[in-house]
């Protein structure tokens, strides 16, 4: 079983609509939770981090975490064009490195 | 504030050659992680690095691969004797402190072997 589970998709989405983007994971010593967006032959940029479980907000970028179900998400709200990406989720314990799903590709659709 | 600098951003070699992949990570960073992105397939962790330590290299491959994060200059990876399944994306990132925080990435060496 791997560490993370992300569905790779693709998703395709309207301009404007509310895009929910998900990982599961297996290790109870995860506590903290980013998710990365990249895009084609770039390196991956990080869009929230949060620690534990609760809710995190940023601009038109939510992360919620719920440690119980062992479930985390990503919703953007008002999708551009420009929000056409892969999206990463990678999450840590106390140990040196993060794990991380193998990425869900996103499109909007203008 | 200049980002995490990646150089090459591709290189090319053939079999059997040596491979060098540097990384200044962003400033005031002292922890440098690398990992490989393969095709279809997410980031996996290859080594962590502090200022003249090798903290957790876990991930890399016992044999042809090395790491260095000396006091002067740019953290290494080193791969020697590169094969066709080297060919991936190197991607270095940085933080702050230990571990668990932001971490931040470059925007990666694309490896080629021919």
């Known amino acids: 079983q791997k560490e993370v589970e992300q569905d790779p998709g693709p998703l395709s989405v309207p301009e404007g609509a509310i895009v929910s983007l998900n990982c599961t994971y297996s290790n109870s010593a995860f506590q903290y939770f980013m998710w990365y967006r990249q895009y084609s032959r770039k390196g991956p940029e990080l869009l929230m981090y949060?620690?534990?479980?609760g809710n995190k907000e940023d601009g038109r970028f939510t992360a919620q975490v719920d440690k119980s179900s062992k479930y985390i998400s990503l919703f953007i709200r008002d999708s551009q064009p420009s929000d056409s990406a892969t999206y990463l989720c990678?999450?840590?314990?106390?140990?040196?490195?993060?794990?991380f799903g193998t990425g869900t590709s996103l499109t909007v659709i203008p | 504030n200049a980002g995490v600098m990646q150089n090459p951003r591709h290189l090319v070699r053939r079999r059997g050659q040596e491979a060098r992949l540097r990384c200044s990570p962003m400033?005031?960073?002292?922890?440098v992680y690398w990992y490989r992105q393969l095709p279809e397939e997410g980031l996996k962790f290859m080594v962590y690095l502090q200022k003249e330590n090798i903290i957790d290299e876990s991930g890399m491959p016992k044999e042809r691969f090395s790491a260095e994060f000396p006091k002067e200059g740019p953290s290494i990876l080193r791969i020697q004797q590169v094969v066709r399944g080297d060919s991936a994306a190197y991607f270095c990132a940085s933080s702050p402190i230990n571990g668990n925080t932001e971490a931040f990435f470059g925007q990666g060496t694309r490896l080629t072997v021919v």
């Open positions: 400033k005031g960073h002292s922890h």
């Open positions: 949060t620690y534990s479980s």
């Open positions: 990678a999450m840590s314990g106390e140990g040196n490195q993060f794990y």
